[in-house]
């Protein structure tokens, strides 16, 4: 009966033990799943980060090409009313010269 005993206490002992090592490997699996999941998190975290960087970039450059080119736009106006206000200069400048000129021979 000791023998009997003794046995079971061993296939006892065994069976726990092997359960506590199934347990750890559980663990340890977890903990492994955990850390892969953790690293895909942060991963995922830093290529959104950079997707808005990069978005943020494209954004600034389209602004400042809107920017420029408006800018273009408003010299072109600038530079037609220039000439506009040439051309009117000259327009009166040979209306006065006209004038004077054929005011001279008329009167």
């Known amino acids: ?35 892969q ?7 995922l975290l830093v290529s959104h980060a950079e997707k808005l960087a990069r978005a943020e970039q494209l954004r600034d450059a389209k602004l400042a090409e809107v920017k420029r080119k408006a800018q273009e736009e ?13 051309e009117a200069q000259n327009r009166k400048m040979e209306l006065l010269s006209k ?3 054929g005011g001279g021979e008329a009167g």
């Open 99 to 101: 004038e004077q000129n």
């Open 37 to 43: 999941q953790e690293k895909e998190r942060a991963a």
């Open 74 to 86: 408003e010299q072109k106006v600038n530079e037609i009313a220039f000439i506009n206000t040439l």
């Open 1 to 35: 009966m000791a023998k009997a005993q003794v046995k079971r206490d061993k296939l006892q002992e065994e069976y726990k033990a092997n359960r506590l090592k199934k347990t750890k490997i559980k663990a340890e699996q977890r903990k492994d799943l955990q850390e």
